[in-house]
């Protein structure tokens, strides 16, 4: 595992990436729905390409984070600086063309589509032609047919998916669903990858496979991944970075190591202990 090293943000990030600003800067953020304060003053920083985790019991605010840095909500506080950029004001459309992509706990494809054409819907920022085009069948539109074929079979030859390409998303087993939508997602050319709970509902030989593609998409994209999940032996085996929330607020920052030590991360998942 790369050493981790602190930078001036109050984070750490991998000593690979110092050389780099981070992909993600967040600061001070927080939402208040009504009365109730979801998720508040959360900080975090993230390396270029790095591989982290926010973990958390039931409840925390993980996934309300996601939707912030999505755009899913609108932060009543705070900022969320996306490779330097800020994202205040932008849209869930605006803020994945600018570099964030995500999946969901529950898979949203669209399951009467062939795998392909779920992935080609990621692509339709890439490979464009006119409207007058795609009517008549102009070249225009045949050439940009191919290269988004051509690009979907390679973005799903990662999981060794390309021969599933024209069946029906709908028709996968559940692990081939989840693989498609990070496959879908990776199709935006993302800078950052927000995986919500990737490794639900797969078995321990999946959830190891799940872990060594996670690895060779940030090896082979060069792009940071940030993951929510409760399968801890994923989190600690993969995560360079963690951060820990409860209660909407992080109540630990560190590596697996330090985290899995820490009381107070301790006592959020399995409550206080009585003394004797």
Not at 167 to 188: C, D, F, H, M, N
Not at 199 to 207: D, K, L, S, V
Request: hydrophobic residues 40%; glycine residues 8%.
């Amino acid at each position: 595992m790369e050493k981790m090293v602190p930078v001036p943000s109050r984070g750490i990030i991998p000593e690979r990436d110092v050389n780099s600003s981070p992909i993600l800067e967040v600061s001070h953020l927080g939402i208040t729905f009504g009365g109730l304060v979801a998720v508040d003053d959360f900080n975090i920083v993230i390396g270029k390409t790095e591989i982290a985790g926010l973990i958390g019991p039931n409840g925390a605010g993980k996934t309300t984070v996601f939707n912030l840095l999505t755009k899913v909500y609108q932060q009543t506080k705070g900022a969320i600086l996306l490779d330097g950029l800020d994202t205040k004001g932008m849209n869930t459309v605006q803020v994945n063309q600018t570099g964030i992509a995500r999946t969901f706990q529950n898979i949203r494809l669209f399951s009467s589509l062939s795998v392909e054409d779920n992935v080609k819907i990621g692509l339709h920022n890439q490979y464009k032609y006119d409207t007058l085009s795609g009517i008549l069948r102009l070249p225009n539109y045949w050439k940009a047919e191919k290269q988004s074929k051509e690009k979907a079979r390679e973005l799903l030859s990662i999981f060794n998916m390309e021969h599933m390409a024209k069946y029906k998303a709908g028709s996968l087993p559940y692990g081939a669903q989840r693989r498609l939508e990070i496959v879908r997602a990776l199709a935006t050319n993302p800078k950052l990858l927000l995986l919500d709970e990737p490794a639900a509902g797969m078995n321990p030989r999946e959830t190891e496979e799940l872990m060594e593609n996670i690895r060779k998409i940030r090896d082979t994209f060069q792009i940071a991944v940030l993951l929510i999940e409760h399968d801890m032996s994923l989190v600690m085996g993969i995560c360079e970075g963690i951060a820990v929330l409860n209660y909407g607020k992080i109540i630990a920052k560190g590596t697996p190591e330090e985290i899995q030590s820490n009381p107070e991360v301790i006592e959020a998942y399995l409550g206080k202990q009585k003394e004797d």
